[in-house]
């Protein structure tokens, strides 16, 4: 046989026994992929560590799939929401083995989004995942982003990250971090100021909310309660991400044979490329910056020290150039032109820091002993002149002049002046402890606080309508006389106020265990909270109960009914009049909640979902009342007013789309307040008709009739919100996802500046927002790298594509009001961001 012939043969037996030859180098392995219910799970991944083999599970949970034989291979099965399973087999060649895996949810009841442990369906808290956080396409971004979509919250303001709750304001909300008190920023005036909220996401392990209905360990505000917990680190890693908005940096770590740990986060947020879409031009040119850190150094088993650091330069400066906006009605729109001049440059920079020495002396207490201090330097300057006309445009579709401003309605030129600055520091001093056993769980705290403030408020506006100054006397042409009043301001507000203010509380609070005979599980806690302060000589006592109701035969079900007091002493934004001056004879206002809810958890699709209810009812007393302005809150610090809050709040989350979580939630409610003392008269000729109405004066006469306003909406009053937050993946590539967050809410109550509060009760337009966000993870917990691939240290790498007001919809957010000579007043609506786009990468190592 020659060499070629036998080279032949070989060739052609080498391809015939081909396949068989490969066959025999493989195994399979087949079964059924299901969870701890023994439900099938749909689309989990099976992949053979180290390599990119792999398939996804079908309808029944079944799945096949080839492996090499004769080693050991390690085989990972991985879905959404559920906790990676590992197995390593070895089989022969050829061999078929059958395999069935169950996998366990990350939490053991709905993944992701919130999860009420059984501890927290016996309280008025819910937890939100960090991870919803992190993805929820939002402008302000944060953990605000997600509380927005919670029932009972609502905002009108993407570009702030405050919000209120069930009819309260900004300032009733409590935020903690770590158990630090968080504060606000007082001479902000509109959202684009705002900066960095405190909270800084990707150092966040733990989120509780309360929209009411908090016990007696939560502080005095009289809405809601944040309670922040940052991460504690096991080992090195850290966050780096960056977008058109801005970036950051977090770094974590352990040293010392895990005995030193180390958070670090570093944030900058520049939203000039925001604000050159709103209707006002001009040169922004805003600055934001925070830097957070968290020590913490574990002596031994029993004592441990930490120390929070936070530091916050917020700058934003604005040479704005001109500005057109139109508003009005369909049959009827205006054209509101302005030509600016001047600047206006503001600055908010603050300093917190907390030391807090914990002492375990057993596994069932806790001591706390914890020393902070809050430091805010915040200054307001600008001189802007605007000159406007006021015009009416033709919108007649065929006229050749559409879109065109036919008639001029008014001319004039304003100038704003201001030269504000605030200074506060907050001392506090402060110790906390915990007993736990099978069926109490005691709490206590005592707290000092020692306050300053020095505030400094000088700020006036001049307006001239068509060559006259506001206010105008009225002319009498022809008088040999003529009236000739002194030159007066619009506006004109002019103080300083310092203040020193001591206060001190304490609480108390158990809860108490009861299992009945029939197996029905109650749980009571009842809370003590008390508060004394030297600035209003006020001694309160603030008694709040919980108690829960779990039937044995319908565990899915649970009761609640919560009630207690909640007063709220002033900071000092609540003591300062309109005029700057101090109120010094202010009280703490008062709320007494009501609130019956119900826990419902079901399944639908062989998912787990639940049903959340709540119908509350709010008394409040010793009211301040105020106005809104953007996200400036002005109080009439001379009245009182008494008034309530009432609603229903409900909510259905869990797995719309399997393995990843969504919500929808529905509010309803109504709040109103009754301003005591405040009347006003109206005037009556001969015949009995109404000639002039409104008019305030403490003298009545013989042709008019006092009338008491009564009840009227608060400034918050949004009496329908809705929400929805959903999430999805492309089926077999749940590496692509969609994040959207809709937000619904009718319009709340405004009025014209320097009016009574009962004049303030036009409605804005409702608000409606759709964010929308399209992710690609490039890099997850089933990608695998050779040893030496520097990306192997990478846990997490996405990109996202977020779409900011889908539906390009103009939502209102307060009114700048125009005067002519005639006294007319024009209410020119300031509108929010339109439509924008937003690309963001993310990575965690």
Do not use: C
């Not at 009114?815 to 690309?839: E, M, S």
């Amino acid at each position: 046989m020659t060499k070629a012939k036998q080279l032949y043969i070989f060739i052609v037996s080498f391809f015939v026994f081909l396949p068989t030859l490969l066959f025999s180098q493989t195994a399979i392995i087949k079964g059924i992929i299901t969870d701890k219910n023994n439900k099938p799970i749909e689309l989990a991944n099976i992949t053979i560590e180290g390599t990119k083999t792999g398939t996804t599970t079908g309808k029944t949970g079944n799945y096949k799939l080839t492996i090499p034989a004769g080693k050991k291979v390690k085989i990972t099965v991985s879905f959404v929401g559920y906790e990676k399973s590992s197995t390593i087999v070895q089989l022969k060649a050829g061999e078929t083995k059958r395999i069935d895996i169950k996998i366990t949810a990350i939490s053991t009841n709905l993944p992701g989004f919130e999860v009420r442990d059984e501890k927290l369906r016996t309280e008025s808290l819910v937890r939100l995942s960090p991870r919803d956080v992190k993805v929820a396409p939002s402008i302000s971004g944060g953990v605000e982003a997600i509380i927005k979509t919670l029932p009972g919250v609502s905002s009108n303001n993407e570009l702030s990250s405050q919000y209120s709750v069930r009819g309260g304001n900004f300032d009733e909300n409590l935020v903690y971090v770590n158990g630090i008190e968080i504060y606000r920023p007082y001479l902000v005036t509109a959202g684009q100021q705002e900066g960095l909220s405190f909270v800084n996401p990707a150092l966040v392990s733990s989120i509780l909310f309360s929209a009411g209905g908090f016990g007696a360990q939560y502080g005095d505000k009289m809405s809601s309660v944040l309670d922040i917990k940052y991460i504690k680190p096991v080992r090195f890693g850290g966050t780096v991400a960056g977008s058109f908005l801005g970036g950051e940096l977090s770094l974590h770590g352990t040293a010392a044979k895990n005995k030193f740990t180390y958070l670090l986060g570093a944030r900058y947020k520049t939203n000039t490329y925001l604000l050159k879409s709103l209707d006002t031009k001009g040169n922004y040119k805003p600055n934001f910056f925070d830097f957070q850190s968290l020590f913490t150094y574990k002596f031994n088993k029993k004592w441990d020290v930490s120390l929070l650091g936070y530091y916050s330069r917020n700058k934003y400066k604005v040479i704005p150039t001109s500005r057109e906006t139109n508003f009005g009605t369909i049959q009827e729109v205006y054209r509101f032109k302005v030509y600016f001049d001047g600047a206006e440059i503001d600055n908010y920079n603050t300093y917190q820091s907390a030391i807090t020495l914990a002492f375990h002396p057993n596994n069932f207490t806790d001591l706390k002993l914890i020393a902070s201090a809050y430091s805010t330097n915040e200054s307001e300057t600008y001189d802007i002149q605007g000159q406007y006309w006021i015009g009416q445009v033709e919108n007649s579709s065929g006229d050749k002049e559409s879109g065109k401003v036919v008639q001029t309605s008014g001319v004039g030129t304003y100038l704003q002046h201001a030269r504000n600055s605030f200074i506060a520091n907050v001392f506090t001093l402060k110790h906390t402890g915990t007993y736990a056993d099978e069926n109490h769980f005691l709490r206590w705290g005592l707290k000092y606080q020692y306050q300053t403030v020095n505030d400094k408020v000088r700020e006036w506006e001049m307006t001239d309508s068509a060559g006259y100054t506001l206010p105008n006397p009225t002319d009498n042409p022809g008088t040999s006389n003529p009236f000739n009043p002194d030159f007066e301001l619009s506006q004109f507000v002019s103080g300083h106020n310092q203040l020193q203010i001591n206060r001190f509380l304490g609480f108390v609070s158990n809860e108490w265990k009861f299992k009945l005979k029939n197996e029905d599980k109650i749980t009571f806690t009842g809370g003590l909270r008390g508060f004394y302060w030297d600035f209003g000589n006020e001694f309160l006592l603030s008694p709040r109960i919980n108690l829960s109701y779990k039937p044995h035969k319908k565990p899915n079900l649970v009761f609640r009914f919560a009630t207690g007091v909640y007063y709220q002493p002033p900071f000092y934004r609540e003591m300062r009049n309109m005029d700057a001056t101090i109120n010094y004879n202010i009280k703490s206002q008062r709320s007494i909640h009501f609130i019956l809810g119900s826990d419902y958890r079901f399944q639908v699709w062989n998912r787990p979902f639940m049903l959340t209810t709540e119908l509350y009812y709010k008394k409040l007393d010793n009211l301040i009342p105020y106005e809104v302005d953007n996200v400036r809150i002005r109080y009439f610090a001379n009245q009182t007013a008494k008034g309530y809050a009432t609603g229903i709040d409900m909510k259905i989350y869990g797995e719309f789309v399997k393995g990843i979580d969504s919500w929808i939630t529905l509010s309803v409610m109504k709040t109103a307040e009754d301003v005591l003392n405040d009347f006003y008269y109206n005037y009556y000729n001969a015949k009995g008709e109404k000639i002039v109405s409104g008019i305030t004066t403490d003298t009545q006469v013989a042709d008019s009739v006092r009338v008491e306003p009564g009840y009227i909406p608060r400034p918050t009053d949004r009496r329908v919100n809705f929400s929805i937050y959903f999430q999805d993946y492309i089926p077999n590539h749940p590496s692509y996802k969609v994040h959207l967050r809709l937000l619904y809410g009718t319009g709340i109550p405004f009025g014209a500046p320097n009016t009574q509060r009962y004049l303030q009760t036009f409605r804005m337009p409702d608000y409606r927002r759709v964010d929308i966000g399209f992710s690609k993870q490039f890099i997850g917990s089933n990608t695998q790298f050779k040893h030496k691939n520097p990306l192997q240290h990478i846990r997490s790498m996405w990109l996202s594509l977020e779409v900011f007001n889908l539906f390009q919809i103009y939502n209102t957010i307060s009114y700048i009001w125009i005067k002519d000579v005639h006294n007319r007043q024009f209410a020119v609506p300031n509108y929010l961001t339109p439509r924008l786009l937003n690309l963001k990468l993310a990575v965690e190592f």
